[in-house]
């Protein structure tokens, strides 16, 4: 968020430094969440929410661009799978308009079994190679970087130290419910725990979705695909837990089976050479906030801030 701002707000001619305690390359488990998103975009807002589904829209236009025009930001055109089984009556997301090719999926096209199945033309995005992107464009326009050892604890101490700045943008995903002078204590956070595997596998993402849990699948494009996952609101553990990876490795194993090359074997077996092409165990932790994602402008002391 805090990047793409930036970047934004530079090509329309304003001078701006971010500062961070963490930059592209670092992976800090607790307080930077972006390396370790899948990522893919399924449009999340709800069907009475105009304001963030015109949001999504422009964002997926923007990701569909860039994925021609700047290859090596890390952002591919997929095909989308989402399943549901035991999640109510079919419901339409909002974006079957806005999405190339968006259809729901006969029986015998779906990955699993289940009660519905839709598929439409998405982007994914290699996350850490995308961060590096972004500040390299952004670098590259004369955007500034500043890198802070320690957490900022109060907004006020950025304008004690920049008394030159017009403007802060509060761009501090999870930190927002701490950080002194703008504290928001609806934000929360949304425990994710995934796997990076080395698989055959791209062009396609997958969803299953039901009561039990989510499994998905997100190819990088690199040779390495991401699964997961958990979806755990307000937990903060930081340690992988066991039983999630033998749950993401048997679950998405099940949606995709073109994760082990070598088709010939029993399941056991094939989810023992899928354990064994783990490259990393991640958990990250997704910004949610009560009353959805806040984008309003704060004076704060007489000056103002953008939230
Ligand atoms: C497992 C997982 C899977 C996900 N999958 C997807 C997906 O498929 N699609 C999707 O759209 N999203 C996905 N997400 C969500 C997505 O990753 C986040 O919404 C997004 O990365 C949040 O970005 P951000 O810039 O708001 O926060 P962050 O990436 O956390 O950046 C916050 C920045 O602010 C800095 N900062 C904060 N507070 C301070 C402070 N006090 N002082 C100094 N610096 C500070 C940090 O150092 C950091 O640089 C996923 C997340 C997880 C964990």
Same mark, same amino acid.
């Given at each position: 968020m805090g990047l793409t701002t930036a970047l934004l707000l530079q090509e329309e001619g304003h001078q701006v430094t971010v500062v961070a305690q963490h930059f592209p390359g670092d992976m800090s488990t607790t307080q930077? +969440?972006? @390396?370790w998103a899948g990522a893919n975009w399924c449009g999340g807002a709800s069907s009475d929410c105009a304001d963030q589904q015109a949001a999504e829209a422009v964002t997926l236009a923007k990701l569909f661009r860039l994925s021609v025009e700047a290859p090596e930001a890390g952002v591919k055109v997929v095909d989308c799978i989402e399943c549901a089984t035991n999640m109510g009556p079919l419901k339409l997301p909002w974006f079957t308009l806005k999405t190339p090719q968006f259809r729901l999926l006969k029986s015998k096209e779906r990955p699993v079994p289940c009660d519905y199945a839709y598929s439409y033309k998405s982007v994914c995005i290699n996350t850490p190679l995308y961060l590096q992107w972004l500040r390299q464009r952004y670098e590259a326009t004369g955007g500034r970087c500043l890198r802070v050892s320690q957490p900022i604890s109060h907004i006020a101490d950025l304008w004690t130290a920049? @008394?030159? +700045?017009k403007v802060i943008v509060n761009c501090s995903g999870l930190s927002a419910r701490d950080l002194g002078g703008v504290r928001d204590p609806g934000v929360y956070p949304i425990r994710g725990q995934t796997l990076l595997v080395r698989a055959p596998l791209s062009g396609q993402t997958l969803t299953a979705i039901s009561p039990e849990g989510v499994s998905y699948v997100i190819p990088r494009g690199d040779g390495t695909v991401v699964i997961g996952g958990t979806y755990q609101q307000f937990s903060e553990k930081a340690e992988p837990d066991e039983d999630t990876i033998e749950h993401i490795l048997t679950g998405c194993l099940r949606l995709a089976p073109g994760l082990v090359a070598d088709q010939d074997q029993s399941f056991d077996s094939r989810r023992e050479l899928l354990r064994q092409a783990i490259l990393r165990v991640n958990v990250g932790f997704r910004p949610a906030r009560i009353g959805g994602a806040r984008v309003e402008v704060e004076e704060v002391g007489g000056t103002i801030s953008l939230g």
């Open positions: 930077y +969440t972006s @390396p920049h @008394p030159e +700045t």
